[in-house]
């Protein structure tokens, strides 16, 4: 999902609460913030020597042990406060991938691409997943690899 699409999503939306899905049927907490927005770029080599490039944006949710009896969750309206501020001081690359970086006791950390989200008459509920590690110097029909 892109940047945009996820703000629109939550524009049409506002009044939601917004949930995390980052196993199957295993959620972040209520208790959870959105701490940070990074625009990333990346520029790496792969073991056949090919540079690569990309842009994607990452939202890290981070759950607090303070709040951890809390039952509410953040609104739709209130990611898009944090949003429009974030974008006031670093403007947003609304056409990049948007992952979500989440970890707790019970999950390593590992930023996640949106798989999909689902809607009811409160809540937006949006699945994660972790994507396979992958060689991009060879293609994935290759049994070998560097």
């Known amino acids: ?6 703000l629109d999503l939550l524009q049409k939306n506002k009044d939601k609460e917004v949930l995390f899905e980052y196993k199957k049927e295993h959620f972040i907490g209520a208790n959870y913030h959105l701490t940070e927005i990074k625009n ?6 792969d073991c056949g ?10 939202m890290q949710l981070w759950e ?8 509410t969750y953040l609104t739709a309206h209130k990611f898009l406060a944090i949003f429009n501020r974030v974008n ?4 947003l690359w609304l056409k990049t991938e ?24 409160t809540k937006i509920v949006v699945q994660l997943f972790i994507e396979k590690t992958q060689c991009k110097a060879v293609p994935e ?3 070998t690899c560097c």
Do not use: C
């Open 1 to 6: 999902m892109k940047v945009f699409e996820f």
């Open 40 to 45: 990333v770029d990346f520029t790496t080599v």
């Open 49 to 58: 020597g090919k540079q690569n490039y990309w842009q994607e944006t990452q």
């Open 64 to 71: 607090s042990p303070r709040e951890i009896d809390k039952r």
């Open 88 to 91: 006031s001081i670093v403007p």
């Open 98 to 121: 948007l992952k979500v970086e989440f970890g707790n006791e019970n999950f390593h950390t590992s930023v996640m691409k949106i798989s999909s989200y689902t809607i009811n008459a």
């Open 141 to 143: 029909t290759e049994v």
